[in-house]
């Protein structure tokens, strides 16, 4: 007998890994009836690799999807065991936030929030089609059999279709951790036209932490002062005792045992077809590709408060496990290592985002959506951030409301999915400060200000969460006003002050503001000589700090910004022609039809279309603007 | 779309006649207003009337260039319907280059090809029975953009600006290697090499940019060889190049056994004209040695005229020559068609390549000098054609482009005096990676994330 579900159900959320959970509960709390699958209830928010959250470029897509209202900065900050602000030397654009997790905390803290959100079900079982008529997503059937209905469907299968997890000649038909892979997805995806990649990842071993000399590793000590991600916690309530990570070093011994097995790895002998990340190097591969250095960094990191296992950062690999064991006992401290778990690599299918809007919803099936690993990423915050937009977006087409695209100059979770729908991907695909031309607006700090308004409109922020903000951004204008207007003398006080900060007297008076931007003073240093400063909300001296000390910087960005948006503005039609542009070039013409750009500014970002392809394409579509406006008369 | 001001020589780059530079944009009237002077010292441009027309001087600073007529457009009464000008000079390659420099000093940028009637479409200003013509304007534009760009060319130019590129390109690399990996890659004392670096490519770029501002390839020509087989009638386009019977021409092939050098005016441009003995095997001791010295002339060559004679099958005298012809610059003049041909175009792009352009030329009849004449000139201004084997730039917008390079790099070297945090050192050095792709015909794309990958070990 079949099973239809007969309650009311909108959206279909498949899987329940970082993705999957933003996009659930970005639906849920709008309002919508959501339904989310999983394999395995127990596997919630999982992070099968790396023990923490954040990170360089990772750490600022945590704030945006913390200002757009999604749940993932709020988890760490009830999870986290030790936490650091990187880059803190650099400037304010590079400062990003990494925190170690508990990792089975982290995933049971999100797995009561969705317990406990109303309009939310969680349903353990596998989905193996996707129901759809006449290019409209109609459902889901599951393994068992059972249908589903629902108006639109949000794929979050993270590496788990078709999975397989590779170490030397061993290879498993699993999904991370030895949980269930799910095999039949993809061929109904097949089915609908969807064209599908594999791609390949890896971790490495995890291994008990009484095993391990310590005293032969440098030990790595969380922040003093811990800063929370989201912009709700307050800061107090989470200064704690914090857990240290250790810092060793690999050696002319670990790299020897790795080549003399090279042939016995199935990265080399072809036995893995999938494509690896460049920027997550297997160990095996920077001893290839980086011959010259004697030796590589290994992060000893914990996994949680309650268990002795810990995450050997730096070492991933799929060599046979008798070579992990002698290579990870060479490294200093790990002598007499014990393995708990082994590393390997994963393979596992997506798609070619490409395939996609820049709404994550799918150009060839109305109602389906995609987001996380599915789509071609890695990480858990890109895929929570493309979870949250994907969940945004289908509640809102549910609701009829506009679709949310966020573009390069409002957030990196805009770069990101910009880069995957634009940009011909051939790895897993992360997140790099380097890949967000505008990045010195496109701040953590400031991540509030880019988009809780968004978040607001989109009904994800509170009303109190909304005003507190437009509070602060009025408290920054008038402060920033206020300190270019304060004049500073050439007293006594003010000579002082700079000599004891290591700075230039002044010889004539100069404004608050002035003193700001050299780069041995700030905002806060410059209290004393400022007594009618006000009290201001939390985070408005940063903010005051920052725009004040790099305004010339930040203004030339803006005017970078002015030019980016005018051809973002210049749309293309939905079914453009480009075969009937007469002067394109021709790998100009394959490139655009294959990748169906929305804007004039998305076509300029395609590799192989030039400028001069750029001008064709706007003086033709000028021209049928013109026609088209000739022939309504 | 860009709506800055733009410059670009209306009128045939050449010696003779007016020149015509036009500016369209908003500051074209400020900029004329900085750099043309009244004979009426009260006089101010920005009183003057649309449509009118007015005398004086135009000055680099306080250095008169010329005397001038220039003609003011207001929009949306012009082409463009942007605010237009239109500097009518006395010609002059040197004067009109002076001028143009100069308004381009002042803010405008060179126009790309095609450009003030692309402007006039976007603006509405041409109707839609137009617009084709516009479109083969553009698409005209976007192949001589193409010819134009220096990545078409092996030369020492296109080799600096790569290695520019190569050494900024490596730099933020590794400084976005160690901000996106801090705790793998330090920066620790990183500043002050990269000044170091950075003051001697700026310095490099400096050297370059003097180069097209000293006229020297003006005065002392481009070294042009004369190559072919043995009476294929090079020396006969000598004499008519140069107008005398110097060379001596005989129906004897192999009479001329050593070099013989002219200077030459042709069109604006000097070249310093070079016959040379025909290439083939010979017995000959006379010969061989003129055979020598032809190839080591070839080698030093700016520019390459190799004639075939049309009325003679090609042989394995014709390969001897090919090979020469690599990674030169070369036009291939198809000699002699006023005899009966026996090679086509065809045949000569088969074996030698379609990339060279070939013109139909007969010497004895001194048909096709003109076409010969244009192309090289062309080849010349487009910055094609390299001079003395030095990197010598001839095209504005290379200038322009390396100007701006340099500033972004100078900007970078300011970032780093005033203690700035490294992560702002990569906003003006991509700056500068762009301002030579854009010479280079290359843009950005994923130029750095691949560098970043490829050079440095990075990740968890």
Request: proline fraction near 3%; hydrophobic fraction near 35%; include cysteine.
């Amino acid at each position: 007998m079949k099973f239809i579900y007969k309650e009311d159900c909108q959206v279909i959320v498949v899987g329940a890994g970082h993705a999957g959970c933003e996009a659930a509960l970005a639906c849920a709390r709008l309002g919508i009836k959501t339904v989310m699958f999983t394999v395995s209830i127990d596997s919630i928010a999982l992070m099968p690799c790396n023990p923490n959250i954040g990170g360089t470029s990772k750490g600022h897509l945590v704030r945006e999807i913390d200002a757009l209202g999604g749940e993932m900065g709020k988890n760490i900050d009830r999870t986290f065991i030790q936490s650091k602000m990187l880059n803190i030397s650099k400037g304010p654009a590079v400062h990003s936030l990494r925190a170690q997790a508990d990792k089975s905390e982290y995933s049971r803290s999100m797995r009561r929030v969705l317990e406990n959100t109303d309009n939310l079900s969680i349903v353990q079982a596998e989905v193996t089609e996707i129901l759809s008529e006449n290019g409209q997503v109609l459902g889901v059937r599951t393994y068992s059999g059972a249908v589903y209905f629902a108006k639109a469907v949000i794929l979050c299968t993270g590496t788990y279709l078709k999975a397989r997890c590779i170490y030397g000649e061993v290879s498993n038909a699993t999904g991370p951790n030895g949980l269930q892979a799910a095999n039949y997805l993809t061929d109904s995806l097949k089915a609908l036209g969807i064209e599908m990649l594999r791609f390949k990842t890896g971790t490495p071993a995890r291994i008990d932490k009484r095993s391990v000399d310590f005293s032969k590793m440098e030990e790595q000590k969380g922040d003093e002062r811990i800063e929370p991600f989201s912009f709700t916690t307050d800061s107090e309530e989470i200064q704690k005792e914090q857990v240290s990570c250790w810092l060793t070093y690999t050696n002319e011994k670990t790299h020897d045992i790795i080549r003399n097995n090279l042939d016995r790895s199935p990265l080399y002998s072809g036995m893995i077809e999938g494509t690896g990340p460049r920027y997550c190097p297997s160990i095996e591969d920077k001893v290839v590709k980086f011959a010259d250095k004697d030796r590589h960094q290994v992060f000893i990191e914990p996994e949680g408060l309650y268990t002795n296992e810990m995450y050997v950062g730096g070492m991933s690999s799929s060599l046979p496990e008798d070579v992990q064991h002698k290579m990870y006992s060479s490294v200093a401290g790990l002598e007499n290592v014990r393995i708990v778990r082994n590393a390997y690599a994963i393979e596992y299918d997506c798609i070619d985002p490409r395939q996609l809007y820049p709404t994550l919803e799918f150009r060839n099936i109305s109602g389906l959506f995609s987001g996380g690993q599915f789509n071609g990423s890695s990480g858990y915050e890109e895929a929570a951030a493309q979870g949250l937009l994907a969940g945004i977006n289908a509640a809102r087409k549910i609701l009829g409301k506009e679709q949310i695209v966020l573009d390069r100059s409002q957030a990196y979770i805009g770069v990101l999915i910009d880069d995957l729908v634009t940009k011909e991907n051939k790895e897993p695909y992360r997140m790099m400060t380097s890949r967000a031309e505008y990045r010195l607006l496109l701040r953590q700090d400031n991540a509030d200000i880019r988009l809780t308004k968004i978040g607001y409109d989109v009904g994800l922020i509170s009303e109190e969460r909304y005003q507190f903000l437009l509070e602060k951004e009025r408290q920054i204008q008038e402060e920033i006003h206020r300190i270019k207007h304060v004049n500073i003398g050439t007293g006594e006080k003010v000579q002082e002050l700079l000599k004891a900060a290591d700075s230039t007297p002044l010889t004539s008076g100069s404004t608050l503001g002035e003193l700001i931007r050299r780069p041995e003073l700030n905002y806060d240093l410059l209290a004393p000589l400022d007594p009618n400063r006000p009290v201001l909300l939390k985070g408005v001296a940063e903010q005051v700090n920052i725009n004040v000390k790099y305004e010339g910087y930040i203004n030339r960005q803006k005017k970078q910004i002015e030019q980016f948006k005018k051809m973002e503005k210049k749309k293309i039609p939905e079914n453009f022609s480009y075969k009937e542009v007469p002067s394109l070039r021709i790998e100009a013409r394959q490139k655009l039809e294959l990748y169906r750009p929305v804007s004039i500014g998305q076509a300029s970002r395609i590799s192989g279309v030039s400028p001069a392809d750029i001008s064709v394409l706007v003086v033709y579509l000028e021209q049928q603007r013109r026609k088209q406006h000739i022939e309504r008369n | 779309m860009r709506y800055d001001t733009i410059v670009a020589v209306a009128s045939a780059m050449s010696s003779a006649g007016i020149g015509i530079i036009r500016i369209s944009g908003n500051d074209s009237f400020s900029i004329l207003e900085h750099i043309f002077r009244f004979k009426d010292e009260k006089k101010r441009i920005s009183d003057q009337p649309s449509y009118t027309i007015h005398y004086g001087n135009v000055y680099d600073g306080e250095e008169l260039l010329d005397e001038v007529i220039v003609l003011l457009m207001r929009g949306p009464h012009s082409y463009t319907t942007e605010d237009t000008v239109e500097i009518d000079c006395h010609g002059g390659i040197l004067v009109m280059r002076r001028i143009l420099e100069t308004v381009i000093r002042e803010g405008a940028r060179p126009a790309d090809p095609g450009e003030f009637t692309k402007r006039a479409f976007l603006n509405g200003r041409i109707d839609l029975s137009q617009a084709e013509a516009v479109m083969d304007v553009i698409q005209a534009g976007n192949r001589m953009a193409l010819e134009s760009s220096l990545s078409q060319l092996k030369g020492a130019v296109a080799n600096k600006i790569r290695f520019f590129r190569e050494t900024i390109l490596y730099e933020t690399a590794f400084l976005e290697s160690a901000l996106d990996d801090p705790e793998h890659i330090s920066l620790d004392g990183y500043s002050k090499r990269l000044s170091e670096t950075l003051k001697s490519l700026a310095a490099d770029m400096k050297v370059l940019i003097d180069s097209f501002e000293n006229g020297r390839i003006i005065k002392e020509g481009i070294k042009t060889v004369i190559l072919g087989k043995p009476n294929a009638g090079k020396s006969s386009l000598l004499n008519v190049l140069i107008g005398e019977d110097r060379a001596i021409v005989t129906e004897i092939a192999g009479t001329t056994r050593d070099i013989l050098e002219e200077e030459l005016y042709l069109g604006g441009i000097s070249l310093k004209l070079l016959d040379t003995a025909g290439i083939r095997k010979t017995q000959d001791l006379v010969e061989q040695i003129g055979v020598g010295r032809a190839k080591e002339q070839a080698e030093n060559a700016d520019l390459i005229l190799y004639v075939v004679d049309t009325s003679r099958e090609m042989d394995e005298d014709d390969v001897e020559i090919c090979k020469i012809l690599e990674n030169k610059k070369v036009i291939i003049l198809l000699n002699k068609s006023d005899l009966k041909t026996v090679v086509t175009a065809d045949a000569v792009g088969q074996r030698v390549g379609y990339q060279y352009p070939m013109i139909s030329i007969s010497a004895k009849e001194k048909e096709g000098m003109k076409l010969l004449e244009d192309q090289i000139r062309e080849l010349f201004f487009q910055g094609a054609i390299s001079f003395n084997h030095e990197s010598v730039i001839t095209n504005i917008r290379h200038k322009t482009s390396l100007e701006e390079a340099r500033k972004s790099l100078l900007m970078v070297e300011d970032s780093i005096q005033n203690g700035m945090p490294e992560d702002f050192y990569t906003i003006d050095l991509m700056d500068a990676y762009n301002s030579l792709g854009y010479i280079l015909g290359e843009n950005l794309g994923e130029d750095l994330v691949q560098e970043i990958f490829s050079k440095f070990c990075t990740g968890k």
